[in-house]
């Protein structure tokens, strides 16, 4: 073997340290150290020569003759990136080299022939006519890849690629224009919640709900069914539901007629909040909560969707008036029953997160990163009441965009395994309006406090809007694919 590599040295000078190196490494049985730099040559482009063949002898002259000495999920890299060097007009002998290498899975193991389906199954896809049989093998590979413990971040991400390419995204998330349309109709013609909205707008409401829910159950099923789930799939899903949970308070609202009080913000709050710290539990233990019992989000989904409805037919003027006491010995009207009945179930499902969390090999250091969400959550009941009733949807915008993002972070931080920062910059805006507006009073002026309001809800919206981009751009590129189009075929 080493006359191959003296000869490879001879034939490109440039690359001679190299093969003297692995020549040198082999001698000594040095094993490791030899896979370590075989990993690299051929992971870097600029070591391809004479149309790319030299890594093919590399790996059949001489790789192959020692393959049982390196390890099976380093040599399923070193076999995937020589397949990827053939030629484009060469891609039967590349995808003959991955088949060859899968007729020893008994000896790989679960997670190299797991990389090597994946690579194989994504270079098939550039044929004129793929396998009538890639649907299957490509769900076969989701549902390999959920059942690995851990993996190596390569092998998710072959994975997600050749999914990506076979089914890029279904598009833009119909179930997320659904709840724009709901939120922007409700903005317009109940901007304050303090009374009922008109039973038109609560019909549309509802059904704005029911259609985004069952979009929303639909597109994730269709995703799995079709083995095009992938890292930019779930950041659409979960973000899409985190800015849901504003238009969903509003509907709810609109029924409720609380006003711009601190009830209003309060409901709001801890819906966000627990949103958030369902992606926390999920952040640490691999694991996204979503019902109480047999009482879940399916449930509520529908629920505020049938109650919107049903709501614009009943006297909601008498039945949310500050007059109607449903419960005796309770000197609270029944839209404040209701809303402290929402707050005490958010309560419940916060304390399952909690000992969910807490419970699990994080334990208690996880509760640092709830800092800035708690502070946020918790610092709206202290606005004055009378800038609340002055700014109830600046202050609910910007609030809830400040929520979105750092739930959204933490969605793509638990994807990517890394590590979310305990104190959240992103916070500050709207902690900073929350100290002005409670302290500055009368110093500064109602309409300098709405102007603020106004500019905190701006900011927020957009600094969301530039942070996902960032992440949805990274994703795309790193995944090959692109955003809101299938990726043509080369």
């Given at each position: 073997?080493?006359?191959i590599?003296?000869?490879?040295?001879r034939?490109?000078p440039d690359?001679?340290?190299?093969?003297?190196?692995?020549s040198?490494?082999?001698?000594?049985?040095?094993y490791?150290?030899?896979?370590?730099l075989?990993l690299?040559?051929?992971?870097?482009?600029?070591?391809?020569?004479?149309?790319?063949?030299?890594?093919?002898?590399?790996y059949t002259?001489?790789v192959?003759?020692?393959?049982?000495?390196?390890?099976?999920?380093?040599?399923?890299?070193?076999?995937?990136?020589v397949?990827?060097?053939?030629?484009?007009?060469?891609?039967?002998?590349?995808?003959?080299?991955?088949e060859s290498?899968l007729?020893k899975?008994?000896?790989?193991?679960?997670?190299?022939?797991?990389?090597?389906?994946?690579?194989?199954?994504?270079?098939q896809?550039s044929?004129?006519?793929?396998?009538p049989?890639?649907?299957a093998?490509?769900q076969q590979?989701r549902?390999g890849?959920?059942?690995?413990?851990?993996g190596?971040?390569?092998?998710h991400a072959?994975?997600?690629?050749?999914?990506?390419?076979?089914?890029q995204m279904?598009?833009?998330?119909?179930?997320?224009y659904a709840n724009?349309?709901?939120y922007?109709?409700t903005?317009?013609?109940?901007p304050?919640?303090?009374?009922?909205?008109?039973p038109?707008l609560l019909?549309?409401?509802?059904l704005c709900?029911?259609?985004y829910?069952?979009?929303d159950?639909?597109?994730?099923?269709?995703?799995?069914?079709?083995?095009?789930?992938s890292?930019?799939?779930?950041?659409?899903?979960?973000?899409?539901?985190?800015l849901c949970?504003i238009?969903h308070?509003?509907?709810?609202?609109?029924?409720?007629?609380?006003?711009p009080?601190?009830w209003s913000?309060?409901?709001?709050g801890?819906?966000?909040?627990?949103?958030?710290?369902?992606?926390?539990?999920?952040?640490?233990?691999?694991?996204l909560?979503?019902k109480?019992?047999?009482?879940g989000?399916t449930?509520v989904?529908?629920?505020?969707g049938v109650?919107?409805?049903?709501?614009?037919?009943a006297?909601?003027d008498s039945?949310m008036?500050?007059?109607f006491?449903?419960?005796?010995?309770?000197?609270l009207?029944?839209n404040?029953v209701i809303?402290?009945?929402?707050?005490?179930?958010?309560?419940c499902?916060?304390?399952?997160s909690f000992?969910?969390?807490?419970s699990?090999?994080?334990?208690v250091?996880a509760?640092?990163?709830?800092?800035?969400?708690?502070?946020?959550?918790?610092s709206l009941l202290?606005i004055p009441?009378?800038?609340?009733?002055?700014n109830?949807r600046a202050?609910s915008l910007?609030?809830g965009?400040?929520?979105?993002?750092?739930t959204?972070k933490?969605i793509?931080?638990?994807?990517a395994?890394?590590?979310?920062?305990?104190?959240?910059?992103?916070?500050?805006?709207?902690?900073?309006?929350?100290?002005?507006s409670?302290?500055?009073?009368p110093?500064?002026t109602?309409?300098?406090?709405?102007?603020?309001?106004q500019?905190?809800?701006?900011?927020?919206a957009?600094?969301f809007?530039?942070?996902?981009?960032?992440?949805?751009?990274?994703?795309c590129?790193?995944?090959?694919?692109?955003c809101?189009?299938?990726?043509?075929?080369?």
């Amino acid at each position: 073997m080493a006359e191959i590599l003296e000869e490879q040295a001879r034939n490109y000078p440039d690359l001679a340290e190299s093969y003297t190196e692995m020549s040198s490494l082999y001698a000594a049985k040095k094993y490791h150290q030899l896979t370590t730099l075989l990993l690299a040559f051929s992971a870097d482009p600029k070591n391809l020569r004479d149309a790319n063949l030299n890594l093919v002898r590399l790996y059949t002259d001489f790789v192959s003759l020692f393959e049982s000495k390196i390890s099976p999920l380093s040599l399923s890299f070193i076999t995937a990136k020589v397949a990827e060097s053939y030629p484009a007009s060469d891609q039967a002998s590349s995808q003959a080299l991955l088949e060859s290498a899968l007729e020893k899975r008994d000896k790989l193991g679960k997670e190299p022939s797991l990389y090597l389906s994946a690579t194989l199954a994504f270079s098939q896809l550039s044929l004129a006519s793929p396998p009538p049989s890639l649907r299957a093998e490509l769900q076969q590979l989701r549902e390999g890849l959920a059942e690995l413990s851990g993996g190596d971040p390569r092998t998710h991400a072959a994975v997600y690629k050749a999914a990506a390419r076979f089914h890029q995204m279904e598009g833009p998330p119909e179930e997320y224009y659904a709840n724009a349309l709901m939120y922007v109709l409700t903005f317009l013609h109940c901007p304050s919640w303090s009374s009922p909205a008109a039973p038109w707008l609560l019909i549309v409401n509802g059904l704005c709900v029911i259609a985004y829910y069952t979009l929303d159950c639909m597109d994730g099923k269709q995703a799995r069914r079709t083995g095009a789930s992938s890292p930019l799939g779930q950041l659409f899903d979960h973000g899409c539901d985190c800015l849901c949970n504003i238009s969903h308070y509003s509907a709810v609202a609109a029924v409720l007629s609380p006003g711009p009080t601190a009830w209003s913000l309060a409901a709001q709050g801890i819906l966000q909040f627990s949103f958030f710290v369902a992606q926390w539990q999920e952040y640490h233990t691999r694991s996204l909560p979503h019902k109480f019992g047999e009482f879940g989000v399916t449930e509520v989904n529908y629920s505020v969707g049938v109650l919107s409805i049903a709501a614009a037919f009943a006297p909601l003027d008498s039945l949310m008036g500050p007059d109607f006491r449903p419960i005796p010995g309770v000197d609270l009207p029944l839209n404040l029953v209701i809303i402290s009945a929402w707050i005490g179930l958010n309560f419940c499902l916060l304390s399952l997160s909690f000992h969910g969390t807490l419970s699990s090999p994080s334990g208690v250091p996880a509760l640092q990163h709830l800092l800035s969400p708690f502070l946020l959550a918790s610092s709206l009941l202290l606005i004055p009441g009378a800038v609340v009733a002055e700014n109830p949807r600046a202050i609910s915008l910007g609030f809830g965009f400040a929520m979105c993002l750092l739930t959204v972070k933490m969605i793509v931080f638990s994807m990517a395994k890394m590590t979310y920062a305990n104190w959240q910059p992103d916070a500050l805006p709207v902690l900073a309006a929350v100290l002005i507006s409670a302290a500055a009073r009368p110093a500064v002026t109602p309409h300098g406090l709405s102007q603020m309001w106004q500019l905190v809800a701006g900011w927020q919206a957009l600094r969301f809007a530039a942070w996902c981009k960032g992440a949805i751009g990274q994703l795309c590129e790193k995944l090959d694919i692109y955003c809101f189009s299938i990726k043509k075929k080369l």
